[in-house]
């Protein structure tokens, strides 16, 4: 599950310095960080809109654009995949409720 991720981290990254007149990546990047978690959290919010309607197809659909934008924001931000990954698999088997209860 995590290659499909790890491949569009490494075409995102690929993307940094290309032109943004042809690559929707670059001109997302190119705008900054601030703009690329707008666009994330657009996304998310189509994709609770989605859930909400009940439309697995579409939820679908919303939900890979969610991940695309969530990487393309941690890519702004210098942020690899890996860490995030790492902070998920500390986390694992850990209580949610404990997990919120030690922040």
Same mark, same amino acid.
């Given at each position: 599950? /995590?290659?499909?991720?790890?491949?569009?981290?490494? /075409?995102?990254?690929?993307? +940094?310095? &290309?032109?943004?007149?042809?690559?929707? /990546?670059?001109?997302?990047?190119?705008?900054?960080?601030? +703009?690329?978690?707008? +666009?994330f959290g657009e996304?998310? #919010?189509e994709a609770v809109?989605?859930? #909400?309607?009940?439309?697995?197809?579409?939820?679908?659909?919303? &939900?890979?654009? #969610? !991940?695309?934008?969530?990487? #393309?924001?941690?890519?702004?931000?210098?942020v690899p995949l890996?860490?995030?990954?790492?902070? !998920?698999?500390?986390?694992?088997? /850990?209580?949610?409720?404990?997990? +919120?209860?030690?922040?």
């Open positions: 599950m /995590t290659d499909i991720l790890s491949r569009l981290e490494a /075409t995102i990254a690929a993307r +940094k310095g &290309a032109d943004p007149s042809t690559s929707w /990546t670059a001109k997302l990047l190119s705008q900054g960080p601030e +703009k690329t978690a707008e +666009k996304e998310a #919010v809109i989605e859930a #909400v309607r009940g439309d697995p197809a579409r939820l679908t659909a919303e &939900a890979a654009d #969610v !991940l695309y934008h969530l990487l #393309v924001m941690l890519a702004a931000r210098d890996s860490d995030v990954l790492s902070e !998920l698999e500390r986390r694992e088997g /850990t209580s949610g409720v404990d997990e +919120k209860a030690s922040r």
